[in-house]
């Protein structure tokens, strides 16, 4: 037994020791403490954000509260018809002046940051992006706000790990931390921000990735609650569920949410791919557009900016059904033209938005049909709402999390995931995809493959050819009959060039000049690119 205590300390240095250095040396500690600062700094931004939406809607409407609705109905017909419109001119100057992309950023630009190692978000075009979309939302704009916030949250985090030189896999945490401060100070939801951060930017739940970005989630949502009060976002009665025997009507409603998702989402991109082909200035285009929306805010003003208002009166049973089936219609139309017209902004909030209306509206259905098992109409639209989210940004999880903490709905759980899980299923099978995957396949870019199909479609010759020495040059003979790479052939098609011809090792020629050789490349390279890069993925994704 004395034995055993003596050699206690050796044994347990022997233990601690090494994970200790490898924690230090791995530049954790760093990473912790820059998640702190971003969620504080992301938190800020997202208060200052808001507040700007609500200082241009006083502009307008004379109100700076969240109740843009109600201030609307009491302003004349023709200041809601113009606003979006004379707004929509700001915003085109802006978008000409000031974004060389001439497009507010989105969660999709994250993504693709992400996935090209978290390096690609400009802080500067963050803010820019940022103050555009604030001015789109509080002069009418029907979007949500957390896309611009996911964005500028991770070009705040992406200045930050760029500053401190921190690797690839650190770089691409600290995006994830921005994102998650974002979504809890933009909702209140710090869970949700987590969830998000992990399952829609990442993509895995790496234990050494998980610390800092709860850390970043908490201090984004405490400096949020500390500024606009711990109010959950919608404020609803307490709903409990009437019967089991209700179950079959759930699951038919996610299959309803999955059918309203997907017309939503082949509505924005079909009115994007349509206004892509009318040719008209870019200044021009979000004044068209804003004039399209007052036409429809007219008669439908719920339809106007983040739409929380209208969606907590449809949680709290106060619509009928020809309005609440008028504003799905209405929403979608209005989103879509407000996304399309370069106006700035997200799909989330018009997603819960569109869910809410749909389950409300299903509630009433059911009501009439089986009044002594449907429960109320408030509840089905908490159902809706995740379940049309859910299927619109493909994230199950952090979605149902997201409604939760939003409604403080928990009770609801077991319903809550069946209806989501069959909206997200349907979808899948319908669409194969979620929005933001779409608007990255439009972009030539395919997250959803996997790993392995994503690695050797983006990268390319160039990343692990050997160049020729300076000053040596090297044409091909014209007798040389073997094909060529160039180096910006893909790793994808290269390793297929190898294997077509059995070849080992291949000339790598220049681009506008397909006889003069630039360097050589061999299949072992390429193999050794490919192989190297899915361990660190590996890797990265379990630590």
């Not at 896309?147 to 650190?170: C, E, K, N, Y």
């Not at 997250?447 to 994503?454: A, I, L, S, T």
């Not at 300076?470 to 040389?480: N, V």
Request: some cysteine.
């Amino acid at each position: 037994m004395p034995d055993i205590i003596r050699r206690l300390p050796g044994m347990l240095s022997s233990w601690v020791l090494p994970n200790t250095r490898s924690f230090m040396s791995s530049r954790e500690p760093m990473l912790w403490l820059l998640s702190i600062i971003i969620g504080l700094f992301v938190s800020l931004a997202a208060v200052l954000f808001r507040e700007l939406i609500l200082l241009t809607q006083m502009l307008w409407l004379a109100d700076s509260g969240d109740s843009m609705v109600s201030a609307a109905r009491k302003a004349h017909w023709w200041v809601i018809l113009l606003t979006p419109a004379v707004g929509g001119l700001l915003i085109g100057w802006l978008l000409h002046r000031f974004l060389p992309t001439r497009r507010t950023g989105s969660v999709a630009d994250v993504i693709e940051a992400r996935a090209q190692g978290g390096r690609d978000i400009d802080l500067k075009s963050g803010i820019g992006s940022a103050g555009i979309s604030a001015l789109s939302l509080g002069f009418g704009a029907s979007a949500g706000r957390e896309g611009p916030m996911v964005h500028l949250g991770a070009a705040i985090a992406t200045a930050f790990g760029r500053f401190t030189q921190m690797p690839d896999w650190g770089q691409r945490t600290l995006l994830a931390c921005g994102v998650a401060s974002a979504i809890s100070a933009s909702f209140n939801a710090p869970i949700a921000g987590v969830l998000f951060a992990h399952e829609v930017i990442l993509g895995h739940y790496a234990k050494r990735s998980f610390v800092p970005i709860v850390i970043a989630s908490a201090m984004g949502t405490i400096l949020s609650r500390l500024w606009f009060g711990e109010d959950i976002a919608f404020s609803i009665p307490d709903y409990q569920i009437t019967s089991y025997l209700e179950f079959p009507a759930f699951a038919l409603l996610g299959l309803t949410c999955a059918i309203v998702a997907v017309l939503f989402e082949f509505s924005l991109i079909a009115t994007d791919y349509v206004a892509r082909h009318v040719t008209m200035p870019l200044w021009l285009r979000p004044a068209v557009g804003g004039l399209m929306i007052g036409a429809i805010a007219i008669f439908f003003p719920e339809v106007l900016g983040v739409g929380y208002e209208a969606t907590n009166t449809a949680l709290k049973n106060e619509l009928p059904l020809t309005l609440l089936f008028a504003l799905i219609v209405a929403k979608t139309v209005a989103t879509s033209i407000t996304l399309a017209s370069r106006f700035g902004g997200g799909v989330v909030s018009p997603s819960l938005y569109i869910g809410a209306m749909t389950g409300g509206a299903y509630g009433l259905i059911a009501a009439n049909i089986f009044p002594e098992l449907a429960s109320s109409q408030g509840l089905y639209a908490i159902l809706g709402m995740g379940a049309v989210a859910a299927a619109v940004i493909g994230a199950p999880i952090s979605t149902t999390v997201m409604v939760f903490e939003l409604t403080g709905g928990y009770t609801l759980s077991i319903a809550l995931l069946l209806t989501v899980s069959i909206a997200v299923g349907v979808n899948q099978a319908i669409h194969g995809r979620s929005f933001f995957q779409w608007q990255l396949e439009l972009r030539g870019l395919r997250v959803q493959d996997g790993p392995h199909r994503f690695v050797t479609r983006n990268t390319y010759v160039a990343s692990f050819m050997t160049p020729l020495d300076d000053g040596e040059e090297d044409t091909l003979d014209p007798e040389f009959s073997d094909p060529t790479l160039r180096a910006d052939t893909t790793l994808e098609s290269a390793l297929r060039t190898f294997d077509d011809g059995g070849h080992a090792r291949l000339p790598v020629v220049d681009a506008r000049d397909d006889t003069r050789i630039i360097g050589w490349t061999t299949q072992i390279q390429a193999l050794r690119t490919y192989n190297n890069a899915l361990v660190d993925m590996s890797v990265e994704e379990h630590r």
